[in-house]
């Protein structure tokens, strides 16, 4: 069986605690790294990050990019949304499609 | 084009005729898989956009609920309130193959079947926003599941479509010409090498008659 956690500063993640899903504050951009590594090797098929902190380690999201698990997923913060993860998906169709062909 | 560094016979002719047939044929497999990828893709990729903008609304909405339960309640209750859950999820990982891209699918399983086990705390000491915040993270998490589904699909299958695309550009502008450039080259040299025969047989048979019975 496999676990889903959250990954973000307290305010932002504090609240998925209650649903059941392991929640690491972190802010630091060596230690999520690390800690990324560690939940991918240890059964985690979900990480939702939140865009501050997926900001501070974008090569490490990117190189979990092409491999099957886990699933690192962009939520915004409790400061609001940066749209980083809408351009994540952008880049994905310009990637496949040759242009970026939404909107 | 360049021309492949091959000997002109026919051994290699027959060979290369064989390359092409092949090539010819995988290059049509692999547009038929890049155009079938690219469909299911521009379906998946509206999907998740859809799913992208809900959650993030939902998330945003409860992130406010969060920031007041925040800034009415004293930090330490907060996080005390939310330290021990009650619920706890489970992921179930099964595969799905899309044209050979195997996608992963996520089921979701809960500690405890009631959908009031997510208040981890009691009601006395804690905000009510702190209850709409737990409340709609509850209500948008099936969707969020999708979402991380959905996302790791797309990710997965942008990969394989520019892969197979490069294949497919790669056998129609440099493979196949190449093949069909070097099949002419070896043609030519071959009936080249034909005709000079014919000629200096013919030759040879003039000399030969002029020499033994004087022809002309």
Redo the contacts between chains.
Sequence with gaps: MYKAAVIGDSASVSGFAALGLSVFRETEPEKITKLISRLAANDFAVIYITEPAAALVSNTIAKYRSSKLPSIVLIPAIEGNTGDGMRALHEAVEKAVGSDILN | MARLNVNPTRMELSKLKKKLASARRGHKLLKDKRDEL?RQ?MIL?KE??QL?TE??QA??E??RY??VA?SVMQREV??TA??L?????????TEKNVMSV???E?TT???TEDTND???YGMAFTSIDLDG??CA??AV?PK??R???I??A??????E??KT?RRVNALEHIMIPDYEETIKFITMKLSENERSTTTSLMKVKDMVLKQSHNYH
Excluded: T, W
Aim: one cysteine or more; aromatic letters at 10%.
């Design positions: 690219m893709f990729i998740n956009r992208r959650v993030e998330i945003n409860a992130n969060m920031a925040g907060l996080e939310l330290m859950p009650k619920q706890e999820v489970e992921i179930k990982v195997y996608i992963p996520f399983k809960f500690r997510i208040y981890s915040a737990v993270l509850s998490f969020m599941i979402l991380a589904e996302e790791k797309c990710q997965l299958m942008a990969d479509i520019e695309r």
